[in-house]
């Protein structure tokens, strides 16, 4: 098994990705917590963050995935002039294949700062990193109905891929990216 290793943090234009640690778990469970309703209707996650000891166990949890180079998640965040960081939202890389080359994106973000392209300069960010690292072909899959969250691949270049069930799956290949 080839095993992956990300960056703690990822500098983008206007956003950086920084690691998730245990101790951003009360100010990520408070996001999450105000953004409840909007996320719980497209990542099943939620509902099992229901406390700051809840949201401290996932990152404990993340955080060894970490360690075995299946898992990097991120906190999104705009960098403040104090060099200070406000949890906006999160993305990730997981589900990476035996030999490391293929890997899944996932991401969320903040209602008030949908539709500023945010979250597709994080995810953008995110998959050159894993392509750096010898990821050959990167997959983010949506529900239909979410069409801010299916509208991030399609401008990214990625190509609609046939997926089993009732999700959509784009797939970008680092040669075509």
Known sequence: MTVRILPNEIKCVRVALTFLGEDD??????LIDRER????????????CRSVEDVRERRRTNISKRR???????????PGAQMTRTII???????FSDDGLTCEIGYWISGDYEGRGITTEAVAGLQDACFRQGVEEI???????NERSASIPRRLGYRRKKHPGTDLRFVLSA???
Not at 37 to 48: A, H, I, K, P, Y
Not at 69 to 78: E, K, N, Q, V
Not at 139 to 145: D, K, Y
């Open 139 to 145: 997959r983010i899959t949506c529900v239909p109905e």
């Open 175 to 177: 040669k075509d990216s």
């Open 68 to 78: 075995e180079g299946s898992l990097f998640d991120y906190a999104i965040s705009i």
């Open 37 to 48: 309703e909007r996320l719980g209707q497209w990542l099943s996650w939620v509902s099992s």
């Open 89 to 95: 939202g999160a993305c990730g890389a997981f589900g």
């Open 25 to 30: 778990s009360k100010e990520l469970f408070e």
